[in-house]
């Protein structure tokens, strides 16, 4: 299976896949972090805490968290 997921970021700098869900996190150059249903192929959310590129993400193993830096 072969997914294209579009945003207007130059550069992804982290992915991380979640463990139960079909969900994917993408840290970008921009400061944005999005929330990726890959089956469905839609975007659910959008964090746009950060004020400079978001290097990496990570969903916590057993609590409905990520972490990002």
Known sequence: MLTKFETKSNRVKGLSFHSKRPWILASLHSGVIQ???YRMGTLIDRFDEHDGP??????HNSQPLFVSG
Do not use: K, M, P, Q
Request: aromatic share 22%; proline share 0%.
């Open 35 to 37: 929330l990726w249903d």
């Open 54 to 59: 978001v290097r990496g993400v990570h969903f």
